[in-house]
């Protein structure tokens, strides 16, 4: 198999591949293992107030083996405990208490039989700017900042879709940058001003809403993870629960 890069077309090694190093082949449904681990963060934020469907986005983050995928369903899934409990009362509360623990320890057992050495190698090298894929999306960052610099008015305000992977070969690996290269600022502010919005909405009426939302603006900064047929529609009709659960409509929270 070869493959197009920045230094050419080059021959990928067999031992590189997924299905070689033993990891969960999510092609049946998905594009590959990181978009079931995008879809997992979806799942995740879609059905944050039933725990049973918070743990199977856990789980679908394990399987796939996405480092940002388990860090931020472990993070929903404590936000869920404070915001059914409160932390005092998650405390106090034998229930909750032994709910939280079970579910932990559970992970953890179930992480166990399905984590390698690999996959915890790869949690580590999340902060560590040194990684060659962390140094590598900074890069991407840059080159794409400086491009929308260099844009005249017009494709500052539209965008120049297409412009930038023409260019590098690659996305930015920021969704948000993403946005501001391909669809401007209009674009970028079509899909900012919800966030906002029910930031303001849950700090109004007291919620946690505002920490899925900062989960949601890191994924996006990380990842394009709004991009594609299934995560854009994801990001909507988040979107769209969160906002009729702040204005009270809430027969229409899902799970």
Not at 100 to 106: N, Y
Request: one cysteine or more; aromatic letters at 16%.
């Amino acid at each position: 198999m070869q493959r197009e890069t920045q230094s050419g077309i080059i021959s990928l090694d067999p031992k590189l591949f997924g299905g070689f190093a033993g990891i969960f082949r999510a092609k049946g449904l998905f594009e590959g293992p990181l978009a079931l681990a995008q879809y997992a963060i979806g799942l995740a934020f879609l059905f944050k107030s039933n725990l049973r469907m918070v743990l199977v986005a856990c789980a679908l983050a394990f399987f796939a083996n996405g480092r940002l995928g388990m860090i931020v369903c472990f993070l929903v899934l404590g936000i869920y405990f404070l915001e059914k409990y409160g932390v005092l009362n998650l405390l106090k509360s034998k229930k909750g208490l032994k709910i939280f623990v079970g579910a932990v320890l559970g992970l953890i057992l179930a992480g166990s039989f399905f984590i390698d050495e690999k996959a915890l190698e790869r949690l580590q090298s999340v902060a560590n700017i040194q990684d060659s894929g962390n140094s590598a999306r900074l890069i991407y960052w840059k080159k794409g900042l400086d491009m929308f610099a260099e844009y005249d008015f017009w494709n500052q305000l539209l965008g120049n879709s297409g412009f930038y992977r023409y260019q590098v070969g690659n996305s930015a690996e920021n969704g948000w940058l993403m946005l501001l290269l391909d669809n401007g600022i209009v674009g970028f502010m079509y899909y900012f001003t919800p966030l906002l919005l029910i930031t303001y909405l849950s700090v109004q009426k007291k919620t946690y809403h505002f920490a899925y939302m900062f989960l949601l603006f890191v994924c996006m900064m990380i990842q394009t993870f709004h991009l594609g047929a299934s995560a854009n529609l994801l990001y909507w009709i988040i979107m769209y629960s969160f906002y009729l659960q702040l204005k009270g409509k809430q027969r229409y929270e899902v799970g």
